[in-house]
């Protein structure tokens, strides 16, 4: 029997891919997953090698039997009982383990009788109760309504009232509860779209716009939801002052109300009292937050009770007041105060909201709906609550609609019922209205209001410090590492963290100041809930399948459009700076996160403009205007590079060079040798190393591998099918074998001929780069020239390449010079008149150079340069020579034609010693013009037909002999630059 931990059940060898023993039937319904990745899991242990799950249980009996008749796995072709399902042995079987690994969720392991030699089942050890899930009403609704239902309507709803006038207050709520209705429906859709993990609105956010746009929205959020906990807490203090006003420290009472003496003084909350009960309040509830989640669920019944009594006395004292308990300023509904409540009474206050001339405040619409949107605020209450519900896919949308819809008519009945019930001096005056008409016991409204102010606060510092945790563990940014926690832990420094912020707003003692500060973050993260539905909806990706159905992109639009409109109404220059400072944050994460691939939406929305922008190129051959260069770069082409570097440093240099400011696309592609069944995990580790390098040389491309036979098959299969329709790969480029002659390497030459007549016949360019090591980067900046000998027409694109590599900082402090090789009856003048005209027509700076071919003989300086090619013409004639010898003798021999690499070939002795003149000529044409040139370009000959190939090398060689830095290049059948506009 196999021991715990034996690796033998699941074998990963390098480059032969996974082996796996199949199901057997004696395993009694065992379930494997074989497809795990080890790669993914740094810390795993030798058990997570073959997890395996016992669907039943066994007899002591039949678990002998069992070890009995199980083969072992050093025998073959071992008789033994098939399984049915043998024929899927390879593959993982369907078990609710991995289903439940689709969805993020932990499932304990599981023993197996093959596991141990020991496989008695433990029948004592006893599932873990399943902890208490809450439904609709408890887990959604009712957190949400308290949220809802908080300080602003029990302290500021009737002051609003009667600064906006019934008419406005409508459109206040309307408008603000139309903003959330929206995004409730925008979060249904998108949070029954699949499983929800902990960070409520910034999980919901990340998934569908990154992580950049889920962090920095994420944390306006959490500043939002710390913000509030101060906004709530000012509003308890306050309420409670109000209550007992000999509990102030500081006493401040107002005799004057809109300029006139009020009839009776109005007691208003001093600023420092505010401020230190609220900081004594602050720190209470951090404490309690302390004591964990537990503690909170137990005391939130305390805090939801007392809303649901608040309203019922105000509603009962609303429709009693003035009957049986007449008030001054209190006229019960009346139809003649809501006529006369109906319209706008804007004013100017003083910090405690009491109309005055002298006031510093000036209120007007736009300033009333920054002041009420926190009264709608609070939607999120159940989104954040999704691990500790029943049915998210359910409990989500119809509890948060449900409050929403509730609560929204609720302010629209509250604005009729208060601007009908006092006259419009009351509602200023009076900001406890709500408190002096309710019935029975006034009194007990204010504890009322006290306790669902504090269960709101309380709900913010618990949910903030969470939220925090939970974009540090998603470590993004490195800064916040210091408020991670591990799962199940509490979030004690991020609770710290959160009580300091709001504290310091504490500080400020000003409810009026702060309500808009939170609306902004709220606004902010609203908005980006939105913008996901309406991406998620507009690009309808095959994963989008929510089950909540009532929902369009249309509404998701409109719902940010709204949040938009609405943070511009309440204060533009506010709105800038709140976009700002996510602007910033997105940028900080863009550039110090280590933001990975969450499937977000803006994946999907670059796949689709990809496939769009595709298609509208069409197939049609990019007009020269529209040309750009895509090299495709063969990162070892000669091998000699070691194991462990995948592409020669220099060719990613090279690559930023073909590519003006970094527009453009390259690939980089590498060819493995081999089987492709057993070497497939090879080239994944390498193709990921490749793209690793591209990354480290800040190299926008592509990295491909491809196993093949040999590098002729392998090159010939990428040249083909590389690229997807007007974005194939254009030109090939590829370093010259300057190795293989020392070493002695016989099959390049008609690889290399190989790849230059595919490139011909695959209609592809061809650039081969000699001198490859000492090719400059970004920092070493080059002086002298640029040189073209431009030899036959390429469509232009020496002259580009000229062009592009001025754009680059080392080359740009260079000249282009280009040299024109003039037959002997030609006119020199005439040729360099032409060529200056061209390519002024071409917008491009040259000087032009025509070189005529008879004029090398004649060059009296050129006497030391004239012996270095004729010696290396020389030896090139001895060892062609040398090679026809060979070649004739074995044909001689086997009574074959002459051959050469399994070819038959044709050589005329006359035409290989033109082709070596030529060359001569022109590698001494260029050593005497460009011996000091930064780098020379020159046209690519063709190979010849039927010719060896071991001749075309060395007429290559002879070419580039003593040129230090040379491109070989040959341009293909279309012009890729235009003389017109």
Same mark, same amino acid.
């Given at each position: 029997?196999?021991?715990?931990?034996?690796?033998?059940?699941?074998?990963?060898? $390098?480059?032969?891919?996974?082996?796996?023993?199949?199901?057997?039937?004696?395993?009694?319904?065992?379930?494997?997953?074989?497809?795990?990745?080890?790669?993914?899991?740094?810390?795993?242990?030798?058990?997570?090698?073959?997890?395996?799950?016992?669907?039943?249980?066994?007899?002591?009996?039949?678990?002998?039997?069992?070890?009995?008749?199980?083969?072992?796995?050093?025998?073959?072709?071992?008789?033994?009982?098939?399984?049915?399902?043998?024929?899927?042995?390879?593959?993982?079987?369907?078990?609710?383990? @991995?289903?439940?690994?689709?969805?993020?969720?932990?499932?304990?392991?599981?023993?197996?009788?093959?596991?141990?030699?020991?496989?008695?089942?433990?029948?004592?050890?006893?599932?873990?109760?399943?902890?208490?899930?809450?439904?609709?009403?408890?887990?959604?609704?009712?957190?949400?309504?308290?949220?809802?239902?908080?300080?602003?309507?029990?302290?500021?709803?009737?002051?609003?009232?009667?600064?906006?006038?019934?008419?406005?207050?409508?459109?206040?709520?309307?408008?603000?509860?139309?903003?959330?209705?929206?995004?409730?429906?925008?979060?249904?859709?998108?949070?029954?779209? @699949?499983?929800?993990?902990?960070?409520?609105?910034?999980?919901?956010?990340? $998934?569908?716009?990154?992580?950049?746009?889920?962090?920095?929205?994420?944390?306006?959020?959490?500043?939002?939801?710390?913000?509030?906990?101060?906004?709530?807490?000012?509003?308890?203090?306050?309420?409670?002052?109000?209550?007992?006003?000999?509990?102030?420290?500081?006493?401040?009472?107002?005799?004057?109300? *809109? @300029?006139?003496?009020?009839?009776? &003084?109005?007691?208003?909350?001093?600023?420092?009292?505010?401020?230190? %009960?609220?900081?004594?309040?602050?720190?209470?509830?951090?404490?309690?937050?302390?004591?964990?989640?537990?503690?909170?669920?137990?005391?939130?019944?305390?805090?939801?009770?007392?809303?649901? +009594?608040?309203?019922?006395?105000? %509603?009962?004292?609303?429709?009693?007041?003035?009957?049986?308990?007449?008030?001054?300023?209190?006229?019960?509904?009346?139809?003649?105060?809501?006529?006369?409540?109906?319209?706008?009474?804007?004013?100017?206050?003083?910090?405690?909201?009491?109309?005055?001339?002298?006031?510093?405040?000036?209120?007007?619409? *736009?300033?009333?709906?920054?002041?009420?949107?926190?009264?709608?605020?609070?939607?999120?209450?159940?989104?954040? $609550?999704?691990?500790?519900?029943?049915?998210?896919?359910?409990?989500?949308?119809?509890?948060?609609?449900?409050?929403?819809?509730?609560?929204?008519?609720?302010?629209?009945?509250?604005?009729?019922?208060?601007?009908?019930?006092?006259?419009?001096?009351?509602?200023?005056?009076?900001?406890?209205?709500?408190?002096?008409?309710?019935?029975?016991?006034?009194?007990?409204?204010?504890?009322?209001?006290?306790?669902?102010?504090?269960?709101?606060?309380?709900?913010?510092?618990?949910?903030?410090?969470?939220?925090?945790?939970?974009?540090?563990?998603?470590?993004?940014?490195?800064?916040?590492?210091?408020?991670?926690?591990?799962?199940?832990?509490?979030?004690?420094?991020?609770?710290?963290?959160?009580?300091?912020?709001?504290?310091?707003?504490?500080?400020?003692? *000003?409810?009026?100041?702060?309500?808009?500060?939170?609306?902004?973050?709220?606004?902010?993260?609203?908005?980006?809930?939105?913008?996901?539905?309406?991406?998620?909806?507009?690009?309808?990706?095959?994963?989008?399948?929510?089950?909540?159905?009532?929902?369009?992109?249309?509404?998701?639009?409109? @719902?940010?459009?709204?949040?938009?409109?609405?943070?511009?109404?309440?204060?533009?220059?506010?709105?800038?700076?709140?976009?700002?400072?996510?602007?910033?944050?997105?940028?900080?994460?863009?550039?110090?996160?280590?933001?990975?691939?969450?499937?977000?939406?803006?994946?999907?929305?670059?796949?689709?403009?990809?496939?769009?922008?595709?298609?509208?190129?069409?197939?049609?051959?990019?007009?020269?205007?529209?040309?750009?260069?895509? &090299?495709?770069?063969?990162?070892?082409?000669?091998?000699?590079?070691?194991?462990?570097?995948?592409?020669?440093?220099?060719?990613?240099?090279?690559?930023?060079?073909?590519?003006?400011?970094?527009?453009?696309?390259?690939?980089?592609?590498?060819?493995?040798?081999?089987?492709?069944?057993?070497?497939?995990?090879?080239?994944?580790?390498?193709?990921?190393?490749?793209?690793?390098?591209?990354? +480290?040389?800040?190299?926008?491309?592509?990295?491909?591998?491809?196993?093949?036979?040999?590098?002729?098959?392998?090159?010939?299969?990428?040249?083909?099918?590389?690229?997807?329709?007007?974005?194939?790969?254009?030109?090939?480029?590829?370093?010259?074998?300057?190795?293989?002659?020392?070493?002695?390497?016989?099959?390049?030459?008609?690889?290399?001929?190989?790849?230059?007549?595919?490139?011909?016949?695959?209609?592809?360019?061809?650039?081969?780069?000699?001198?490859?090591?000492?090719?400059? *980067?970004?920092?070493?900046?080059?002086?002298?020239?640029?040189?073209?000998?431009?030899?036959?027409?390429?469509?232009?694109?020496?002259?580009?390449?000229?062009?592009?590599?001025?754009?680059?900082?080392?080359?740009?402090?260079?000249?282009?010079?280009?040299?024109?090789?003039?037959?002997?009856?030609?006119?020199?003048?005439?040729?360099?008149?032409?060529?200056?005209?061209?390519?002024?027509?071409?917008?491009?700076?040259?000087?032009?150079?025509?070189?005529?071919?008879?004029?090398?003989?004649?060059?009296?300086?050129?006497?030391?340069?004239?012996?270095?090619?004729?010696?290396?013409?020389?030896?090139?004639?001895?060892?062609?020579?040398?090679?026809?010898?060979?070649?004739?003798?074995?044909?001689?021999?086997?009574?074959?034609?002459?051959?050469?690499?399994?070819?038959?070939?044709?050589?005329?002795?006359?035409?290989?010693?033109?082709?070596?003149?030529?060359?001569?000529?022109?590698?001494?044409?260029?050593?005497?013009?460009?011996?000091?040139?930064?780098?020379?370009?020159?046209?690519?000959?063709?190979?010849?037909?039927?010719?060896?190939?071991?001749?075309?090398?060395?007429?290559?060689?002879?070419?580039?002999?003593?040129?230090?830095?040379?491109?070989?290049?040959?341009?293909?059948?279309?012009?890729?630059?235009?003389?017109?506009?």
């Amino acid at each position: 029997m196999e021991k715990e931990g034996d690796d033998s059940d699941f074998v990963v060898e $390098r480059g032969k891919g996974k082996k796996y023993r199949p199901v057997v039937a004696q395993d009694n319904a065992v379930l494997e997953m074989s497809s795990l990745d080890r790669s993914n899991s740094a810390s795993s242990t030798d058990s997570s090698l073959s997890m395996k799950i016992v669907m039943g249980v066994q007899t002591n009996q039949q678990m002998t039997s069992t070890k009995e008749s199980l083969p072992t796995h050093g025998v073959a072709n071992s008789s033994q009982s098939e399984s049915k399902l043998e024929l899927f042995g390879f593959d993982s079987l369907v078990n609710i383990l @991995g289903l439940k690994s689709m969805t993020g969720e932990q499932s304990a392991p599981a023993s197996s009788p093959r596991d141990s030699e020991d496989d008695s089942v433990n029948l004592e050890k006893q599932p873990k109760a399943p902890s208490m899930k809450l439904g609709t009403i408890m887990g959604v609704f009712l957190p949400c309504f308290q949220n809802i239902m908080g300080t602003i309507y029990f302290i500021r709803f009737s002051w609003i009232v009667g600064m906006a006038g019934i008419g406005e207050a409508l459109v206040i709520v309307a408008l603000c509860g139309s903003c959330t209705f929206l995004t409730s429906v925008s979060l249904s859709a998108i949070a029954t779209n @699949g499983a929800m993990k902990g960070g409520g609105p910034y999980y919901l956010i990340g $998934r569908a716009l990154g992580p950049e746009v889920g962090v920095s929205i994420g944390l306006c959020f959490f500043l939002g939801n710390a913000v509030s906990g101060s906004l709530y807490v000012l509003g308890a203090v306050e309420t409670f002052l109000n209550a007992l006003p000999s509990a102030g420290l500081f006493k401040e009472t107002i005799t004057n109300v *809109n @300029g006139a003496a009020a009839a009776d &003084p109005v007691s208003s909350p001093s600023l420092h009292d505010l401020q230190i %009960y609220g900081i004594i309040v602050t720190i209470s509830l951090s404490f309690v937050v302390f004591g964990g989640v537990k503690i909170i669920n137990r005391v939130a019944p305390a805090f939801l009770i007392p809303v649901i +009594y608040s309203l019922c006395s105000i %509603y009962l004292g609303i429709l009693l007041a003035g009957k049986d308990r007449p008030a001054k300023g209190i006229t019960g509904l009346s139809f003649k105060t809501f006529q006369k409540n109906w319209s706008s009474a804007y004013q100017h206050t003083n910090e405690a909201g009491i109309p005055d001339p002298n006031g510093k405040r000036d209120w007007s619409f *736009n300033e009333l709906v920054g002041l009420f949107f926190p009264a709608v605020t609070g939607i999120m209450a159940g989104s954040n $609550r999704s691990s500790s519900l029943k049915d998210t896919q359910r409990s989500i949308p119809m509890g948060t609609l449900a409050a929403t819809l509730v609560t929204s008519s609720i302010y629209l009945i509250s604005v009729i019922l208060f601007g009908s019930l006092a006259i419009r001096e009351k509602l200023f005056s009076d900001r406890l209205l709500t408190a002096t008409v309710a019935w029975p016991l006034p009194s007990l409204i204010y504890v009322g209001i006290i306790l669902s102010t504090l269960g709101a606060a309380l709900q913010s510092l618990t949910g903030a410090p969470r939220l925090l945790a939970a974009i540090a563990n998603d470590d993004i940014l490195p800064v916040l590492k210091y408020f991670k926690v591990a799962d199940g832990s509490e979030p004690h420094s991020a609770t710290i963290f959160t009580a300091f912020i709001c504290m310091g707003c504490v500080v400020i003692g *000003n409810l009026d100041l702060i309500s808009p500060t939170t609306t902004m973050f709220y606004l902010l993260c609203y908005a980006g809930v939105n913008l996901s539905g309406f991406l998620l909806d507009l690009l309808d990706a095959p994963s989008w399948r929510p089950r909540w159905k009532f929902h369009h992109w249309s509404l998701s639009l409109l @719902g940010a459009c709204l949040c938009i409109l609405i943070m511009f109404l309440i204060s533009w220059s506010f709105t800038v700076l709140s976009l700002a400072l996510a602007s910033l944050i997105y940028y900080y994460v863009n550039l110090k996160g280590k933001a990975g691939d969450w499937g977000d939406g803006f994946k999907s929305a670059y796949f689709q403009l990809a496939l769009r922008s595709l298609r509208s190129l069409g197939a049609n051959q990019v007009h020269p205007k529209n040309w750009y260069p895509i &090299p495709l770069i063969f990162c070892r082409p000669w091998g000699k590079l070691p194991e462990n570097v995948p592409c020669h440093p220099k060719l990613a240099d090279f690559a930023n060079c073909m590519k003006k400011k970094g527009r453009g696309m390259s690939i980089f592609a590498s060819i493995l040798d081999g089987d492709y069944h057993e070497c497939a995990e090879d080239a994944k580790i390498a193709c990921k190393q490749l793209s690793t390098y591209i990354e +480290y040389k800040r190299c926008e491309a592509v990295a491909e591998m491809i196993v093949a036979p040999s590098m002729s098959a392998g090159f010939r299969a990428i040249v083909q099918t590389m690229g997807l329709g007007n974005l194939k790969p254009n030109i090939v480029v590829i370093r010259y074998p300057e190795i293989w002659r020392r070493e002695n390497l016989t099959e390049i030459p008609a690889t290399f001929v190989g790849i230059i007549n595919d490139c011909i016949v695959a209609n592809k360019a061809v650039v081969i780069v000699k001198g490859l090591d000492e090719w400059p *980067n970004e920092y070493q900046r080059q002086y002298g020239s640029i040189d073209l000998y431009w030899i036959v027409r390429d469509g232009g694109l020496m002259l580009l390449l000229s062009q592009l590599l001025l754009t680059k900082d080392s080359f740009e402090s260079c000249k282009i010079q280009v040299f024109c090789i003039a037959e002997e009856d030609a006119d020199a003048g005439v040729l360099k008149a032409d060529v200056k005209k061209f390519l002024y027509d071409l917008r491009m700076q040259a000087d032009v150079i025509v070189i005529s071919m008879k004029s090398w003989d004649s060059r009296a300086d050129g006497e030391t340069k004239q012996e270095e090619s004729v010696e290396a013409f020389t030896a090139a004639q001895r060892r062609i020579a040398s090679c026809l010898k060979q070649m004739k003798e074995k044909s001689k021999m086997d009574g074959m034609p002459l051959m050469a690499d399994g070819k038959p070939v044709i050589v005329y002795e006359q035409q290989v010693e033109k082709f070596l003149y030529t060359t001569l000529k022109l590698n001494s044409t260029i050593l005497h013009y460009s011996r000091m040139a930064a780098v020379v370009l020159v046209s690519l000959p063709p190979p010849p037909l039927n010719h060896p190939t071991y001749f075309y090398m060395e007429y290559m060689d002879l070419l580039v002999e003593n040129v230090p830095r040379l491109l070989i290049v040959r341009g293909y059948r279309r012009d890729v630059v235009t003389l017109f506009t």
